[in-house]
């Protein structure tokens, strides 16, 4: 803990000491009473590292030196104050009784004695010598370095203070404050080396807690991720739930099933139709059918034109959508890009012309060709619709019905035939021919759409 060197001077001024030394290398400032006493103690303050020590004669003991460590502010000014006061924070080293003057002053006892064999020496003159980096001094009297040696106690003597552990003769023992504060650095040092062991063992601990909260955290990222893979799943599987209701509302829409009459290549028509199929149509010698999944087939005798333009597309181009067929070659298809091919009446091809430039009525949804070449019937995605004659019973139903615009699909015969469902699901049918009503009997209620070819032939999509 280190002391503040200003505040040291300003509390040792305040309890009447009196500063006699100061070492900026060894961080040492030292005080004594300005009228010293018998028994009064200097005070050796190492204020880089809150160490103080006070030397002073025990009555028992005799001269002694207590160390106090880790002192802060507080403790130094009762320090000051009464010298002898207990911290429980200190060590104590005791000096034994010294029997000779020291040949440098001639004033106080001699304590220290050099290794070349000169005569002894006290502490504060052995303060002033020259010494190396290995705290040996130079000897003033014959220049040789040299270490410190204690003087031998007398013969058959102890420390004072009891015991027979003392110190042996001229055993190597620090001489003077900067003595001390090396063998109080190695205490330290091992002090340190002792802390930094139990840091280790702390820090493994410390470790361990960490690691178990790093599992636990791992753990629980697991379960949450665990958590969202399976709401991920639940959405998709509801997403694909949707879906698949939708599709299949859509297929019921359309009808699941196929019945038809007249028509040729009835295996061939069978073959391809499935309850996938968004749009089938035919002429009564041909019949196409427009799948899902972007596919299209068809069975002999479909128009030349409309057969070079289906025949060798390729799948990457965008696929069919609407397809309808009339007699005299007549056809109508429309692709998913919205571009459109067809075969009809001028009039048809200037309404269709007129929708496509300026997105009237949301584009077309059915087509239908009827007994004559110029007539046509056209309904519109808004429920809109065109057609410039029609047969006498579709015309009296259209009347009936205020000719709304809530039309969903049209188809027509080369006879006369007409099929019509609204928006809101009713469908309603005529001019077919005398065998219609019989072979509907068993669907005429679950009827979603019908188609006209040559011959009296009719296909029915039902539920």
């Avoid at 106080?108 to 002894?120: A, F, I, N, Q």
């Avoid at 139990?198 to 909260?213: L, M, Q, S």
């Avoid at 289906?310 to 959508?321: M, S, V």
């Avoid at 007699?327 to 298809?333: Q, W």
Wanted: include cysteine; aromatic fraction near 8%; charge should be negative.
């Amino acid at each position: 803990m280190a002391l503040p060197l200003e505040h040291v001077r300003l509390i040792a001024s305040e309890e009447h000491l009196k500063e006699v030394y100061f070492n900026e290398t060894s961080r040492l400032v030292s005080f004594a009473r300005d009228s010293p006493e018998p028994g009064d103690a200097r005070i050796n303050v190492y204020y880089t590292t809150g160490t103080v020590g006070t030397c002073l004669d025990h009555p028992r003991q005799g001269k002694t030196q207590l160390f106090r460590r880790n002192v802060n502010l507080t403790m130094l000014r009762e320090v000051f104050r009464d010298p002898r006061v207990h911290t429980d924070r200190g060590y104590q080293r005791v000096k034994r009784q010294r029997r000779h003057q020291c040949v440098i002053c001639l004033e106080r006892d001699s304590e220290l004695k050099l290794d070349c064999g000169h005569d002894e020496l006290c502490i504060q003159c052995t303060d002033r010598l020259p010494r190396d980096q290995d705290g040996k001094v130079t000897c003033p009297l014959c220049r040789r370095t040299s270490a410190i040696r204690r003087e031998a106690p007398a013969a058959g003597g102890a420390a004072a203070g009891g015991g027979s552990g003392g110190a042996a003769a001229d055993e190597e023992v620090p001489a003077d404050e900067e003595a001390a504060a090396r063998a109080q650095l190695q205490r330290l040092q091992k002090e340190a080396a002792d802390i930094a062991a139990e840091t280790a063992d702390v820090h493994a601990i410390v470790r361990g807690f960490e690691k178990k909260r790093e599992d636990d955290a791992a753990a629980l990222e697991q379960q949450r991720q665990a958590v969202e893979a399976a709401r991920a799943a639940a959405y998709h599987h509801e997403k694909a739930a949707e879906a698949a209701e939708i599709l299949e509302s859509k297929r019921s829409s359309r009808g699941k099933k196929l019945a038809f009459a007249g028509l040729p290549h009835t295996d061939h028509i069978k073959g391809i139709f499935s309850e996938d199929v968004v749009c089938i149509a035919t002429d009564g010698n041909a019949t196409i059918t427009i799948y899902e999944h972007a596919a299209w087939a068809w069975t002999p005798g479909l128009p030349t034109a409309l057969h070079n333009k289906l025949t060798g597309r390729q799948k990457t181009l965008p696929r069919p959508t609407i397809v309808a067929l009339g007699s005299e070659s007549r056809y109508y298809i429309a692709f998913a890009d919205g571009q459109a091919v067809w075969h009809g009446p001028g009039e048809m091809a200037s309404v269709l012309l007129d929708v496509a430039l300026t997105s009237l009525h949301g584009g077309v949804r059915s087509v239908a060709f009827g007994e004559g070449f110029d007539t046509f019937f056209l309904v519109f995605n808004d429920g809109w619709w065109h057609a410039p004659g029609m047969p006498a019973g579709l015309g009296r139903l259209m009347e009936s019905r205020k000719c709304r615009p809530d039309l969903k699909c049209v188809s027509l015969g080369p006879n006369g035939e007409w099929f019509l469902e609204a928006q809101n699901g009713r469908s309603w049918w005529g001019g077919v021919p005398e065998d219609f009503a019989d072979f509907i009997a068993n669907v005429k209620d679950r009827i979603t759409f019908i188609d006209f070819g040559a011959r009296e032939s009719y296909l029915i999509r039902y539920n």
